[in-house]
């Protein structure tokens, strides 16, 4: 339970792109599904680096995220 509230989970609200950097401008390197479910990492400028599961690591805007 305390590991639980130090991680910041999150849905995807629509399909979108995952991306190599925290902007538009960085390459997408492959899709995200809306409803995916990830552990979120670091967070800057607006986007959110997916930790888990590596297999879709990688930036995603916060606009699109369902954080909880």
């Known amino acids: 339970e ?3 509230k130090r991680v910041r989970l999150a849905v995807a ?11 538009a401008i960085y390459q997408s390197k492959s899709g ?4 995916s479910k ?4 670091q ?3 607006g986007w959110s680096f997916i ?5 879709i690591s990688g930036w995603v805007r916060n606009q699109d995220l ?3």
């Open 43 to 45: 967070v800057k400028d």
């Open 51 to 55: 930790a888990r599961p590596i297999s």
């Open 66 to 68: 369902g954080l909880y």
């Open 32 to 35: 995200l599904r809306a409803g």
């Open 2 to 4: 305390l590991y639980l």
């Open 13 to 23: 609200l629509k399909d979108g792109a995952i991306h190599e950097g925290p902007s």
């Open 38 to 41: 990830f552990i979120v990492g």
